[in-house]
């Protein structure tokens, strides 16, 4: 007899451009997200993201290798118009995405009263920490997956599963947002933009790197984030992650810059029913995307056919390693060594 | 035809302390409001689980004091709801039938509706009229609105001639932080802990200490953040003492003052002459500062600026 194996959780891949699309499928993403153009999702930066005829093409390629495409439309319809939002729901339903990823109310209620058969995932950026809060989604607007927010244990994520019928999704490799996603808006008291109100966090328009007598400066409108010595590597100014002064002590004082990587942690994710993990990265090349994806790929894999016997070989990690930022793994708040 | 005029008087609400201050400390603060001129006090923890000077029962009593003293008083829920102790308080907040509760996540929304009379936190990220529509469906009929929203934001949300209204057809009453610092981000973790190098879980309490919160500069010397256990703020106090023409003519009727540990009921005072007694404002917000309120000042979200900028009049 054919045995089944058990059922894994869904690799779902970034893109941000049609390559990235194409190598994340081919190296057997299970599902691919992306956004549009424009402000409409949070990773909104200069030659990302798709246009119609791209969609359309990235749809026609994952869906000829049975690959899901979603997009991500988790930004908050702007005050004054609404119009790009419900023309980006209007798209995604007319360029055949599976699903959308959504955060505005908003904008969920204008799928619920236009789209009611259009597959609803509630992004990350809708601060959803608890069953409750997923469930006010479930209830009103017909959320059938959460992708929680990177701050809770293990022991948290689990008891939420028990408590919910919606499919949980948690982040599994990339950069970390130590704050709360959809509840920081360090970005915009700094440069007037956020990832709510503009899809973007220390926008490259505000950065501005100086030569300075201790080296060379990172600067976020004008804001001193971060000054490098010459043999230090420099990293981009996210201004969490930049290094201040707290009661006269100079110190990366919010967060260090750490990539998140849970692969270690992948065969708990399985038991305790997570059902897909988000590779972040839709601003990396597609090179990274192909690289990081193979290794879940195979990860994935293993943990399914033997979970008993399950550990994260050394040239995974290796290859992982390459692309972390600031050359550091941690598993992020999962289990808190900061506790 | 008859047209809504925008309410004679700017209502004032002493938002929820979000600092960590001693059981004593805030029984003080809030006997002094008693005798004020706040309309609304809302009260309980908001920021850190962990702080527990006061219990639910204590807020509740001190609710009915203020009540009694002829104050509208809110209840707040934490913000970041992680883990289901986190839930049961909520839980409690929903079966106390006193006190209006002010969400501040889904997770309050979920429990609450339709059980108090719920305020709408400035956290809900609400920055539509489709979307405070959805959530006045609820039952709201207050809304604290997000920092980031400007004057022109505000007004393209809920005008004062053409409010959203919830389902019985009562108008929504927008709420505008007016001063304090801006709460930016929240996190699970504790940055005051991580400053001292304790853990979360056995902080000691650091953040007592703190009760304006843990000054950041930059490495130059400019005050940028302030961290306040899980919670980080701008180190700029918004104060939009100047602004009540073009506050009222953008729809808000209320206006959201933070607490701060030094100087406050003078800060009061002030708002309520200038906004609703047509005092002049001038050399007032310039006397705070000797009084211990902090500073610099900003207004620039109002404005669509970076939040951090002060725009003079």
Partial sequence: MHQELPEGPELVCPAGSLRALQVAVDAGADAVYLGLKDATNARNFAGLNFDDAQVRDGVAHAHAHGAKVLMALNTYADAHDAGPWHRAVDKAVSLGADALIVADTAVMAYCRDHHPGLRLHLSVQASATSHAAIEFYRRRYGIQRAVLPRVLTLQQ???????????????????LCVMVEGRCALSSYVTGQSPNNAGVCSPPSAVRWVDGPEGVQARLNDVLIDCYAPDESRGYPTLC?????????????????TSLNTLALLPELMALGVKAIKIEGRQRSAAYVGQVTAVWRAAIDHARAAPGRYAVLPEWTAQLARHAEGQQHTLGAYNRPWR | MTTTLPPARLALTVGQVLYHWSRSSLLHFYADLADGPADTIVLGEAVCARRRELRLDDWLALGRELSAAGKDVVLATQTLIESEADLRLLERQAEQHEFAVEAGDASALQLLAGRVPLVLGPHLNIYSRA????????????????????????????????????????????????????????????????????PKDDCGYRCLADPDGLLLSSTEGRPFLVLNGTQTQSATVQNLLG???????????????????????????????????????????????????????????????????????
């Fill in chain 1, 157 to 175: 994520v689990g008891q939420l599963i028990r408590h919910t019928a919606v499919h949980i999704e948690v982040f599994g490799f990339g950069s």
């Fill in chain 2, 131 to 198: 979307a405070l529509q959805e959530h006045a469906d609820l039952g709201a009929d207050r809304w604290v609105a997000p920092v980031e929203l400007s004057l022109d934001q505000l007004a393209a949300v809920n005008p004062a001639q053409d409010p959203v209204r919830t389902p019985a057809g009562r108008p929504m009453r927008t709420e505008c932080w007016a001063f304090g610092r801006l709460p930016l981000a929240f996190s699970a973790r504790c940055f005051t802990a991580r400053h001292h190098r304790v």
């Fill in chain 1, 241 to 257: 992650k930049g290094r201040f002064d707290v009661a006269g002590e100079r110190d990366y004082a919010i967060e260090e810059p």
């Fill in chain 2, 243 to 313: 602004d009540g023409a073009r506050l009222r003519a953008a729809g808000v009727a209320s206006l959201r003052l933070s607490p701060c540990a030094q100087g406050f009921s003078q800060v009061l005072a002030d708002f309520d002459e200038v906004m609703n007694g047509q005092a002049s404002m001038a050399g007032r917000a310039e006397a705070w500062a000797a009084l211990g309120v902090p500073g610099p000042f900003s207004n620039g979200y109002l404005h669509r600026l970076p939040g951090m900028v002060w725009q003079s009049a």
